[in-house]
């Protein structure tokens, strides 16, 4: 059995590699340094019975191509990269696990909060120029936070912000009436969320009903001294309809991990005072990273033996 790993950070990563080595002998690592296109996914699996994925393509053409592909294992969560149906149809399995890297997400997202409502990414960078600026921003404690999408990440977030005595809404397409009134969580529309909310954060995954959540039109319904953070999918945010509002101090400021193009391009976004953006590292915590691994490893062992 020849096993491909597409994913970067799967690739440098030693203690993984022995891992597979394990159980299997035949493996193709990654050591690009960017998001393989469509033609390099299909060139770089095409003679593999088994492949280890992290944001790649896999859609109908990507299956087509890759006869001998048995089984997909994702590294990682979020399935809206690979075409599920289409994978069955065509008889490859799928192996992902929920939740695996849901705590370092979380806590990257109380950074961002901590971060953007306490003033300190634009303190810091503003006395990295010698500008002493003694805006402290405001407590985290007690304000209004709306989390759409209470999944493993934004269940995992409700707990850390237990100790800030937060009014926390929330809005899921699933109804979990006994886990809100358990939490003192108030359902929300995502209307009420937008307009009531201090910090709004996003943990959905992205499909037709959820990409551009976040333009124009929601940006205005927002509070002017508010805040959003996308720990998420980058589809998920109009990225120009967020800049023109930062701009425009429509909204207070953001943090995004994500982007609609990954690496972004839009310098002049990048560069905004009021935006705090990192190169979607939310999941890959040390002990993130090895969890997603091993879960990986473990899907193609078990999906390629059973």
């Known amino acids: 059995m020849k096993i491909a ?19 299997f002998k035949d493996i ?36 087509d191509n890759l006869p001998k592909l048995k089984v997909i294992a ?15 149809e065509k008889n490859i399995k799928i192996g992902w696990t929920a939740g695996v890297n849901k705590r370092s997400v979380a806590e990257m997202t109380l950074g961002f909060m901590l ?76 209307e009420e969320i937008f307009r009531q909310s201090d910090i709004i954060t996003l943990h959905i995954p992205l499909d037709k009903m959820t990409t551009n959540l976040i333009n124009k039109n929601t940006l205005q319904m927002m509070k002017q001294t508010s805040f959003l953070i996308n720990t998420a999918r980058g589809d998920l945010v109009n990225l120009t309809d967020l800049k023109y509002a930062l701009q425009n101090n429509i909204i207070a400021g953001a943090a995004i991990d994500v982007y609609d193009q990954e690496p972004p391009s839009d310098k002049e976004l990048l560069s905004l005072e009021n935006l705090i953006c990192t190169p979607h590292i939310g999941g890959n915590s040390k002990e993130s990273t090895l969890a997603m ?14």
């Open 5 to 23: 790993v597409t994913s970067k950070a799967f690739s440098k990563n030693e203690i993984l590699i022995s891992e597979l080595r394990k159980y």
């Open 28 to 63: 193709k690592l990654n050591h690009g340094t960017r998001k393989l296109t469509e033609k390099e996914v299909i060139d770089f699996l095409e003679d593999c019975d088994g492949a280890i994925v992290a944001l790649e393509d896999i859609n109908r053409n990507v299956v």
């Open 74 to 88: 994702k590294f990682g969560v979020g399935l809206d990269n690979i075409d599920i149906k289409y994978c069955k």
């Open 115 to 190: 971060m953007l409502i306490r003033n300190l990414y634009t303190t810091s960078n503003k006395l990295s120029e010698s500008i002493w600026d003694k805006n402290g921003g405001c407590n985290l404690y007690g304000k209004t936070i709306g989390i759409i999408g209470i999944g493993n990440i934004g269940k995992e977030l409700i707990k850390i912000l237990n100790v800030f005595n937060c009014k926390i809404l929330v809005n899921d397409i699933i109804e979990q009436n006994d886990y809100y009134k358990k939490n003192n969580l108030i359902e929300s529309t995502k």
């Open 293 to 306: 691994g091993v879960s990986a490893i473990k899907h193609i062992k078990e999906l390629l033996n059973d």
